[in-house]
């Protein structure tokens, strides 16, 4: 299993950036597919952007042009920097592998992000 902590969350105002930062463990990170994923309250947990271990990185539509997703295979960190935050997205932010199973179910403890005027 591959531990992950995140950090970076908080409460910002529509506009405003935050750059989350998620520190993982194990040998396997510098090779693997890297994703940030968000949970909203009643909804389910989705992908929203992703890096392959060469740097190729894809979005979702609702925060494509807004994101960037980044990563330090010698930290073995990845990032997350938003800019133009809305209110939608408010959730707590997760890392993992992409796909998240590869992982075997396991996750970190999320960074709250709240988005409100």
């Known amino acids: 299993q591959v531990q992950l902590v995140e950090s970076g969350g908080g409460l910002v105002q529509p506009g405003e950036s935050l750059r989350l930062s998620c520190a993982a463990s194990?040998?396997?990170?510098?090779?693997?597919?890297m994703g940030w994923y968000r949970q909203a309250p009643g909804s389910k947990r989705d992908l929203v952007a992703l890096i392959l271990s060469v740097g190729t990185t894809n979005y979702s539509n609702s925060v494509k042009g807004r994101f960037t997703i980044s990563r330090d295979n010698a930290k073995n960190t990845v990032y997350l920097q938003m800019n133009s935050l809305k209110p939608e997205d408010t959730a707590v932010y997760y890392c993992?592998?992409?796909?998240?199973?590869?992982?075997?179910?396991?996750w970190g403890q999320g960074t709250q992000v709240t988005v409100s005027s």
């Open positions: 993992n592998l992409v796909p998240s199973t590869l992982n075997s179910g396991s």
């Open positions: 194990g040998s396997i990170f510098s090779k693997s597919a």
